[in-house]
């Protein structure tokens, strides 16, 4: 796999939020390939965070994607808010959905980007069916609702199936893993078939620039890409 690949996906939820913007701007400077942004509505998961007014507020102010993660009950709901907002990607959890045919089918009737979320004790298995629908695979590495988390290296022998599937089912479909990505664990992941990494602390919670959390990144994932 070669290391230009392997793309990073900034995580807003760890940015310092007085500073999104500029956040954004160093994370876009530095080469990210997309920004990460996680909704939760304190439901679906025990946290609250981030709705449609903020990614209207950060439409204008880059030309990356705004991948929209929703960790949300109902995301057919908030597609249309979202959408006019200015997502340009939708990662939907196969949790809690009875319609998630339906749900893809919404996105791409939008015109958008459309990707499913398993959680970690969601098997690999239940892509299957809905896998030649969606332009990108998300496996949690940590149980969704907070950043910060410790890598879950039992998620590592799923990322490896669902790369497989990916390959027999789905070929160019991405494949992104969410949580606990750093300089450590991005390697891993990156072994194991990713080539998205979704990053929140390691990038903006870091004790340098964002521009130096992102090169010490692919400086990780350099020793295993060729
Ligand atoms: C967790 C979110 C992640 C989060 C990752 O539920 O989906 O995107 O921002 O944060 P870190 O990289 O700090 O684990
Ligand atoms: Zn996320």
């Known amino acids: ?51 449609a007014p903020i990614v209207q507020s950060l439409r204008p102010l880059t030309q990356l994607k705004l991948e929209t993660h929703l960790m949300i009950s109902d995301p057919d709901v908030f597609l249309d808010e979202f959408d006019r907002a200015g997502s340009d990607t939708f990662l939907v959890h196969w949790e809690g959905n009875n319609n998630l045919h339906r749900t893809v089918q919404r996105i791409r009737s939008l015109g958008k980007r459309a990707g499913v979320v398993i959680n970690p004790a969601t098997p690999a298995d239940v892509l299957v069916e809905i896998l030649p629908d969606v332009d990108q695979v998300l496996v949690m590495t940590v149980n969704p609702g907070f950043g910060h988390q410790h890598f879950l290296h039992s998620t590592l022998p799923k990322v490896r199936r669902v790369a497989e599937m990916i390959r027999q089912i789905k070929p160019g479909c991405e494949l992104a893993v969410d949580g606990g990505i750093d300089e450590t664990t991005a390697p891993l992941a990156v072994d194991a078939g990713a080539n998205v990494l979704v990053a929140g602390s390691s990038i903006f919670a870091a004790n340098e620039s964002v521009a130096a959390a992102m090169d010490r990144l692919r400086a990780a994932i350099s020793r295993v890409v060729s």
């Open 1 to 51: 796999m070669q290391n230009d690949v392997v793309k990073l996906a900034p995580s807003i939820l760890a940015a310092n939020f007085a500073r999104l913007g500029a956040h954004v701007a160093e994370a876009d400077l530095a080469g990210a390939d997309r920004i990460h942004v996680d909704v939760m509505d304190g439901h679906f998961v025990p946290n609250i965070a981030i709705g």
